[in-house]
């Protein structure tokens, strides 16, 4: 392929890659209101953000290689200035005032000889100002160094798409998940009730009202799921290891009324709240956690109890929930009265 080709294709995918990087950054970070707009899932656009991205850095490698001296010349220029060449630094002016008076003062003999060998003095003069071999102050850049710094480039490149798919996620226990959860919360932190004194209140229209203390809820049927959890930051935890009481179990429990269509969870100092539909709130992955990764639930992360839904993002998943209010209507939570929407599927 030729070098011209070979230039345009890789300016190009260059091009591209950085519409697609760009378009798809927009899109994870801005606000959420725009999901519903451009279609497809979070974790969609968080795949082709990073392929985009792993897409530009090639080709701003492949363009560094094949344009490697020019490259080298520009390193060489920004950290050692090219030196003048031999000669320059005399004025043009003075340097024929003084072969004019040369001329005058030589005897008529040095005339005839310089004349003979005027062809050599020609000649040393174009050569004059050539650098000394080894002395050349360019950068000289080799292929071997050139395919070294690619290799380099395109591992950090696969690092960084490997660390943020895991997001520091470690083995063998709740550690690697809680590190990869960034602390989010409107509240000024955690309550202050331990988990042996936290109640549980499910209520609205129901045929009989629960009222869960920690010896109840321990009672009731339990289980674990493993699920990723999706941000509307952009940010996700893979592979989170939940375990609690399904929301299906309390429905049963209590009974929904007839015209019972929402539930809406309300946190511990009922400034927070979120609302499921009941078909939404009975999906079998759809729990009160108490245990994240065989540990009790830390307080910073929604303990003694929080609710999951794996199919929605996270602000749908309410930290210390204390109560289940079942109603006829949808309730506007509390990021849907700043303009969320109230599906926030992933």
């Not at 002016?93 to 005839?112: F, I, Q, R, Y």
């Not at 395919?147 to 490997?162: D, K, M, T």
């Not at 799921?225 to 941000?231: G, K, P, Q, S, Y």
């Given at each position: 392929?030729?070098?011209g080709?070979?230039q ?13 990087t760009?378009?798809?950054g927009?899109?994870l ?13 979070l974790?969609?656009?968080?795949t082709?953000h990073?392929?985009?991205a ?9 363009h560094?290689?094949v344009?490697r001296?020019g490259v080298g ?10 030196e ?9 002016a003075?340097a024929?005032a003084?072969?004019a008076?040369?001329?005058?003062e030589?005897?008529?003999d040095?005339a005839a000889?310089?004349?003979t ?11 004059a100002?050539?650098?000394?071999p080894g ?21 950090a ?5 490997g660390l943020e798919?895991?997001q520091?996620?470690?083995r ?13 919360n409107?509240e000024s ?8 004194a ?5 209520d609205g229209?129901?045929?009989?009202p629960l ?6 809820w ?5 289980t ?6 999706h ?11 939940w375990?609690?009481?399904?929301v299906s179990d309390?429905l ?5 009324q007839?015209g ?7 946190a511990?100092?009922?400034?927070y709240?979120?609302?499921l ?7 079998p992955?759809t729990?009160?956690?108490d245990?994240?990764?065989g540990?009790?639930l ?6 003694p109890?929080r ?21 006829a209507?949808r309730a506007q939570g ?13």
């Amino acid at each position: 392929m030729r070098r011209g080709t070979l230039q345009l294709i890789v300016a190009l995918v260059a091009t591209l890659a950085f519409l697609v990087t760009a378009l798809s950054g927009l899109v994870l970070y801005a606000p959420v209101r725009l999901l519903p707009l451009v279609g497809h899932s979070l974790p969609q656009w968080r795949t082709v953000h990073l392929w985009g991205a792993l897409a530009l850095a090639a080709a701003v490698v492949t363009h560094i290689i094949v344009n490697r001296r020019g490259v080298g010349r520009l390193i060489a220029g920004l950290v050692r200035p090219a030196e003048p060449a031999r000669g320059e630094d005399r004025a043009p002016a003075a340097a024929g005032a003084d072969a004019a008076v040369g001329a005058e003062e030589a005897p008529a003999d040095v005339a005839a000889s310089a004349d003979t060998a005027g062809g050599e003095s020609v000649a040393n003069s174009a050569t004059a100002g050539a650098p000394v071999p080894g002395d050349d102050p360019r950068l000289r850049v080799s292929r071997r160094w050139f395919l070294w710094l690619a290799a380099g480039a395109l591992a950090a490149v696969a690092a960084g798409f490997g660390l943020e798919r895991h997001q520091g996620r470690a083995r063998g226990g709740a550690a690697g998940a809680i590190a990869g959860f960034p602390v989010l919360n409107i509240e000024s932190g955690p309550p202050a009730t331990p988990a042996a004194a936290w109640e549980v209140v499910v209520d609205g229209l129901v045929a009989t009202p629960l009222k869960l203390d920690r010896t109840a809820w321990l009672a009731l049927p339990r289980t674990r799921e493993t699920r990723d959890f999706h941000c509307v930051e952009g940010w996700s935890v893979d592979r989170v290891g939940w375990e609690g009481v399904r929301v299906s179990d309390l429905l049963d429990a209590a009974g929904p009324q007839a015209g019972a269509g929402f539930i809406t969870f309300h946190a511990h100092d009922g400034a927070y709240t979120d609302t499921l539909s009941l078909d939404e709130a009975r999906a079998p992955e759809t729990l009160l956690a108490d245990h994240l990764d065989g540990v009790p639930l830390p307080p910073d992360h929604g303990g003694p109890l929080r609710l999951v839904v794996p199919s929605q993002l996270g602000y749908k998943s309410v930290k210390w929930v204390v109560r289940l209010e079942l109603t006829a209507q949808r309730a506007q939570g509390y990021w849907e009265d700043r303009g969320y929407p109230a599906e926030a599927p992933v």
